[in-house]
């Protein structure tokens, strides 16, 4: 069975430029052909600041946004965050959406397809890294970080690529498949 990987879209807000990303990345999972690639949209969940009465190691979760989030995160293998970077940090939607379940993330790979300004959103998936293994997760090291993102928007929701950004691609999804069959018994 082909291992699952989610590429999820950090960003929430109305205008936002992630799908534009997430979509090529995912397309490029899906060609790659190892992984039944699936986009998942952060804004979907309509996640609340986190609002759970018991700490989310218990998996006691009250509320039905959380069961469906929960699910969600559950059902991976693998996962490609999709993220912007917010004042030199990970957006708010980003962590509130990690911190709402715990045993469904662990002893699961994490790559980082990061965009921005001249950062690259690099600021942003550094601190994200801390709160991944914070809850078991394994970082990857390759990555894709796109600098100056807002003039690689085609105008109709499509993102333009440099050879590059392909290449960085690739090689984080040999990693994650590697790391992805690794941990798999482990979860
Ligand atoms: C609240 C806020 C803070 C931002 N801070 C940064 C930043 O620190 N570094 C950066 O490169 N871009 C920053 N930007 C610009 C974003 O890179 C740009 O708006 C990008 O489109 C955000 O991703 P999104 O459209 O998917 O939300 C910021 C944007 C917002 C809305």
Redesign the pocket.
């Known amino acids: 069975m082909a291992l699952r990987l989610h590429v999820i879209i950090c960003?929430t807000?109305p205008?936002?430029?992630?799908p534009a990303?997430a979509a090529w990345f995912h397309e490029l999972a899906r060609q790659d052909g190892r992984f039944e690639a699936i986009l998942v949209d952060l804004a979907e969940f309509g996640l609340p600041v986190y609002d759970e009465p018991e700490h989310p190691v218990r998996q006691d979760y009250r509320n039905d946004h959380t069961r469906r989030w929960a699910a969600s995160v559950a059902a991976a293998d693998a996962y490609a965050f999709v993220t912007?970077?917010?004042?030199?940090?990970p957006?708010p939607s980003l962590l509130n959406a990690l911190n709402y379940v715990y045993k469904e993330w662990n002893y699961k790979p994490a790559g980082i397809v990061s965009?921005?300004?001249?950062?690259?959103?690099l600021?942003?998936a550094l601190i994200e890294k801390l709160t991944f293994t914070t809850l078991k997760m394994m970082p990857m090291v390759e990555a894709v970080a796109v600098q100056n993102?807002?003039a690689r928007l085609d105008g109709t929701g499509g993102f333009l690529p440099d050879e590059h950004h392909g290449r960085a691609a690739a090689a984080l999804l040999n990693e994650l498949h590697k790391w992805a069959e690794a941990l798999k018994p482990l979860h």
């Open positions: 960003s807000r205008g936002r430029v992630g990303v912007p970077e917010y004042n030199f940090g957006p965009y921005g300004g001249v950062s690259g959103g600021r942003s993102v807002a």
